[in-house]
């Protein structure tokens, strides 16, 4: 009889075991499926906490930015003497000329740089079936930047890096009708006057860097976001939105204020930002690499700044309008942030798969996309005019060999569209780093040069308008030579 007691003890003993071990396992499970819920899914997020969270992530988009350097070219050439050898053809076009034509023009580039003597050659020599059309010729010495094209000046035209951004405010550029005017006058914001006093050589990965703890102590600004009111905040599942031509299932959730909200919170987050001197310090640190003006990166002018446009912003609220944040997640990742102010819109899109990154970004009618794939890097810049005729510049190019065999070179595909017009065209650059690269001219050694920053502002719009009716004029002309028919460059 003790035999069988011991053995139904043993077997209930047993039992037990099992129910706890099954109890334990499947709250270990369940916990296990709560944390990966609460840490990688928006299941116990409320609308609001959802849309913070994925908000906080919009910066990573950024990150491309530095992903499409290559330091150790950069390094070299910062580091070295190099000479460029560079050639670019046109292998097709629409509604420009006949191919026949086309396909004669090569352009032909030599450049020779220094740059820690700050010196800098290039010419750039334009051919029709071997015969030289033009030939520019750009300088760079220290502070100084200059171009000379015999057709146009008997001298050097330059300009003194100083007070960039005023000088072309000075000569109306964002009106001046090229690829670049447009793009900056899409955006419908004055950036040309608020460029840096001059243009420095920073480095983007040092101004977008942000530590761990910068990270954590910023969000305190996006927690000013949970004092809006909960139905401000909605939620929209199976949410479709389209990226660089790809369809993705997205949820999205938006934040929707209206003028008077909307100036409140700005009015709020401003005057948390200006009675933070940590934050204040590291705006204008980050400014300050740029080289921007003072009024940037002194700590009391931006933080006037700051507070005469959120005072302004609640005196008018209609002036800027309603306000809408959205945020688009996929698999849990933010791949598109929506800004919505007013008439003005700013949208970034990021994507990262394996080896390939991806982010668009967009203010009101330009955009930048920087895109990296292994060793091949697309950047697409485009606008759309105030006529509706879209412009746009695609670029992919791709590194072969390397710095420390000293055989680098980079193959480029381009397409320009200028409305119904387009190219495409293939350009190769080959570098070679050393000590011999043969003599660099500087400015002292050229017998005339015109500085346009020695002019006040009247005479240097005379000037460049009047040096901008010359370059139209040839380069419409050196068309015609060889049966091209080409609209003017600058359309005023």
């Known amino acids: 009889m003790a035999i069988k007691y011991l053995s139904a003890e043993k077997k209930a003993k ?9 109890v334990v396992t499947t709250v270990l499970v369940i916990t296990a499926i709560v944390l990966y ?15 913070i969270r994925h908000l906080q992530t919009t910066s990573n988009a950024f990150d491309v930015i530095s992903a499409v350097q290559d330091k150790s070219v950069s390094e070299a050439m910062k580091n070295k003497k190099y000479y460029l050898k560079g050639s670019m053809k046109i292998n097709s076009s629409a509604n420009v000329a006949d191919s026949n034509i086309l396909d004669k023009i090569r352009l032909n ?5 220094d740059y820690k003597n700050e010196k800098s050659n290039t010419d750039i020599s334009i051919t029709s079936d071997n015969n030289e059309i033009s030939k520019i ?40 009708g090229i690829f670049v005017s447009d793009l900056i006058k899409g955006t419908k914001f004055d950036l040309t006057s608020n460029l840096a006093s001059s243009i420095v ?12 703890l910068q990270k954590k102590y910023f969000q305190k600004y996006f927690k000013m976001l949970k004092d809006v009111s909960d139905i401000a905040y909605t939620k929209k599942s199976d949410d479709k939105v389209m990226i ?42 980050k400014l300050r690499m740029m080289n921007l003006s003072e009024e940037y990166t002194d700590i009391n002018s931006l933080n006037r700044k700051l507070k005469q446009f959120a005072t302004e912003y609640q005196l008018n609220p209609s002036r800027y309008g309603k ?25 970034i899109n990021h994507i990262k798969n394996n080896n390939e990154e991806m982010a668009i970004f967009k203010i009101n009618n330009s955009s930048i996309k920087l895109k990296k794939e292994d060793e091949k890097i697309t950047t697409e810049l485009k606008t759309v005019t105030e006529e509706n005729i879209e412009r746009s510049i695609l670029i992919v190019k791709e590194k072969v060999g390397s710095v420390n065999d000293n055989n680098l070179q980079y193959n480029y595909n381009i397409k320009y569209v200028n409305g119904i017009k387009s190219l495409d065209l293939t350009y190769n650059e080959q570098y070679t780093f050393g000590d011999n690269v043969g003599e660099i001219q500087g400015f002292k050694d050229a017998n005339n040069v015109v500085i346009l920053n020695e002019f006040n502002k009247e005479q240097v719009k005379s000037f460049v308008d009047k040096l901008k009716l010359k370059i139209n004029e040839v380069y419409i002309s050196k068309g015609s030579s060889i049966g091209i028919s080409l609209d003017p460059i600058f359309t005023f």
């Open 137 to 176: 010729s750009l300088i760079q010495d220290s502070d100084y930047y200059g171009f000379f094209n015999s057709d146009i000046s008997g001298s050097y035209i330059s300009i003194k890096n100083e007070k960039v951004g005023q000088f072309l405010s000075d000569i109306d550029f964002s009106n001046a």
């Open 14 to 22: 047993q039992k037990r075991n099992r129910i706890i071990i099954t």
């Open 201 to 212: 050589d920073f480095d983007t990965k040092d101004v977008l860097e942000e530590s761990k």
């Open 109 to 113: 580039l030599i450049s020779k740089s």
């Open 37 to 51: 819920l609460i840490f990688n899914t928006d299941f116990f997020r409320t609308k609001r906490g959802a849309f």
């Open 323 to 347: 306000l809408s944040i959205s945020v688009s997640e996929e698999k849990q990742n933010n791949i598109q942030t929506v800004i919505k102010f007013g008439n003005n819109s700013i949208l």
């Open 244 to 285: 660089d031509g790809v369809n993705h299932n997205v949820t999205t959730y938006t934040l929707s204020l209206n003028e008077v909200e909307s100036a409140n919170l700005v009015k709020s987050i401003v005057d948390k930002i200006t009675q933070d001197s940590l934050t204040m310090d590291f705006i204008t640190t």
